[in-house]
């Protein structure tokens, strides 16, 4: 039976958190001069935004809860994902004691956040089918396991990883977190639940996404992370009190007006992301192109490293995944406009015929 109070570090449970002006009083009517802000107004002509945002983003939360199928208290928002990556290690692993699971070839996040909480990280290979290597991930978790890291669709491979295999990991990891990231989720098929479904069944799953690709705020740094009502509780605990700033909450809460738009830019996205595919099938310097569920293509490549450079001298940026164990000749592709991908492709056809 997974408890979250024993795989929580003890001192978090007794933890008290800081107690910001605007959670004492939360009216909005009135003379503010409980914060020290500065009344006068602010030195940009671009607004006002001298008052500090609301701590627990509720407008936000209000109208994202219907969309994702959850309610508010089950949605944590973070300064990109990279907070709750970080806020869910700091919360559960012992520095020098616990360990997480991390999954490569996967998102370098967790093994850096791992790292700088001092925390060990291990590493259990996908196969090469770049699924999970199930007798493998069940033996490396053991009781000083805390966080076990799923990316589907995994980034850099672009696959989903097979849910029935998650569920296995959620079903044995009973003194451990399955954080499932799905920050490429809308790019993936429609037969693809998101794991957010499956929250009420299993209580020790993390689910996280972003406002960063399909919504197309990257900029505006702001992930959302799904999980119990008492998990979410941890995490707005132990967070910053003022993690998400005003302009990101007003901006975030527009774009939740234009889900068409995002419906929209994510089927242009797939159209162009086919189109690529078969552009790059059809050099004859490309070995394979894998199948994608998000917004980028892994491609292998006879020479990467000579292609990649190649690239950069034409003023195409690629990611070179070539030294990535199990990518060994591979570049992570973005899709871009339609007159970007076309760039892409005329540059590695004049490369091809050395050009
Ligand atoms: C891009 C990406 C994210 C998003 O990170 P943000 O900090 O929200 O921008 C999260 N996880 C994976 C696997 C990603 O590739």
Redesign the pocket.
Known sequence: MFSLASILRPHILSLTPYSSARDEYTGTEGVFLDANENALGSTTSAGRYNRYPDPHQTAIKTQLAPIKGVTKEQIFLGN???EPIDLLIRATCRPGQDNIVILPPT?GMYEVSGNLNDVEVRKVPLTAEYQLNLPAVLSAIDTYTKVVWI?SPN?PTGNLIDPADIRQVLAAAQSALVVV?E??IDFAGPDYASWTTQLAQYPNLVV?Q?F??AWGL?AL?L?MCFASVDIIRVLNLIKPPYNISAPTQALALDALDHVAEKKQMVADTLAERSRLAEGLRRLPTVQQVFPSDANFLLVRFDDANDIFNQLIDSQVIVRNRSAVTRCEGCLRISVGTPAENDRLLAVLESIAVGA
């Open positions: 990109g994902s990279d998102y990316c980034n990231d920050a490429y996280l972003t960063s690709k990257a740094r992930g």
